[in-house]
């Protein structure tokens, strides 16, 4: 099995920054894409950031030339930078990941556990 498992979110002020991390861990043969997500109350989840294995990064319009992501392809985590906060930032972010998982080498979809980003106004 394949597990990841977030860590950094928090309460921060609008203007503020936050940094999020993910680390994925188990069964791997290799990972492709890893990314973010958010889900705020009422709300349908929706892409933040995605990164490929190749260093090839994707963003939501909303988030542009705030938020960077990056990852560690040899410690198997994504990263999301989030600078100047908007209270519309808040949500519940989850890490996301394509892994091939190992013995079967077959390319599944994983998602963490979620973590709480508070942006006060």
């Known amino acids: 099995q394949v597990r990841l498992v977030e860590s950094g979110g928090g309460l921060v002020q609008a203007g503020g920054s936050l940094s999020l991390s993910c680390a994925a861990s188990?069964?791997?043969?290799?990972?492709?894409?890893m990314g973010w997500y958010r889900q705020a109350p009422g709300k349908q989840r929706e892409l933040v950031a995605t990164?490929?294995?190749?260093?090839?990064?994707n963003y939501a319009n909303s988030v542009k030339g705030r938020f960077t992501i990056s990852r560690d392809n040899a410690k198997n985590t994504v990263y999301l930078r989030m600078n100047s906060l908007k209270p519309e930032d808040t949500a519940v972010y989850y890490c996301?990941?394509?892994?091939?998982?190992?013995?079967?080498?077959?390319?599944?979809?994983?998602w963490g556990q979620g973590t709480q980003v508070t942006v006060s106004s």
């Open positions: 990164v490929t294995s190749g260093g090839t990064t």
């Open positions: 188990g069964s791997i043969f290799s990972i492709n894409t």
């Open positions: 996301n990941a394509w892994a091939l998982r190992l013995p079967d080498r077959q390319k599944y979809n994983y």
